[in-house]
């Protein structure tokens, strides 16, 4: 299994913790109450957020995927009302 972790960047503003792919004029409005450009310009840029990939991979263990969906044919095809029709009949 391959972990994939993109850059994420932290907002900028003190105490935020806000951290994201980009930090968006959204998230200046409604947090901070004032747009992307002025908050930038009033705390600086977004710095980049690094990962320690040992404790991601440790953070994890124990996580079981999700099993596939059978979508081989719909529910409704002759093929699946003769295979239910075959597990009831077995009971």
Do not use: W
């Amino acid at each position: 299994m391959t972990i994939i972790i993109r850059s994420t960047v932290k907002c900028p503003y003190p105490n935020c913790g806000h951290t994201g792919d980009v930090i968006t004029n959204l998230h200046c409005r409604t947090a901070h109450d004032m747009e992307r450009k002025e908050l930038f310009g009033k705390y600086g840029k977004p710095c980049g957020v690094g990962f320690d990939m040992t404790a991601a991979k440790k953070n994890l263990e124990g996580h079981v995927t999700a099993q596939p969906l059978n979508i081989s044919y719909p529910s409704d095809s002759t093929t699946a009302k003769d295979m239910r029709s075959s597990r009831n009949n077995r009971k």
